[in-house]
């Protein structure tokens, strides 16, 4: 039951707190868009760098894979590889333009 609970949960949030995310096949779904903040290095020289990254339900990032696009905000980003929670939700590591989500380099 409680497997039940935390993806109907999780599913609820996303609708509740989720914008307008459209996918390759034209729908439009509601995702949580976020651009966490990551600590890094080049070389020795420390960078903080954003990663943008969306939330979808299961259900909605059904058949989504690495190199799809998705539109947000009126902004193109390119899908990383799909990390599925297991509670009912998948977490999207998005690029803007040509970027490789999973590596950061360029296509």
């Known amino acids: 039951m409680s497997d039940f609970v935390s993806r109907f949960d999780n599913a609820r949030i996303i609708r509740r707190l989720g914008e307008p995310v ?3 096949d034209g729908r439009v779904v509601s995702g949580v868009f976020e651009f966490p903040a990551n600590e890094g290095a080049l070389g020795s020289l420390p960078m903080d760098y954003r990663s943008p990254e969306v939330t979808l339900t ?3 990032a059904s058949g989504l894979q690495k190199g799809d696009v998705l539109t947000i905000r009126n902004s193109v980003y390119t899908i990383g590889k799909p990390r599925p929670s297991g509670d009912g939700v998948t977490l999207l590591p998005l690029a803007e333009g040509q970027d490789d989500p999973d590596t950061g380099r360029w296509k």
């Open 58 to 60: 299961d259900q909605d």
């Open 22 to 24: 459209s996918l390759p």
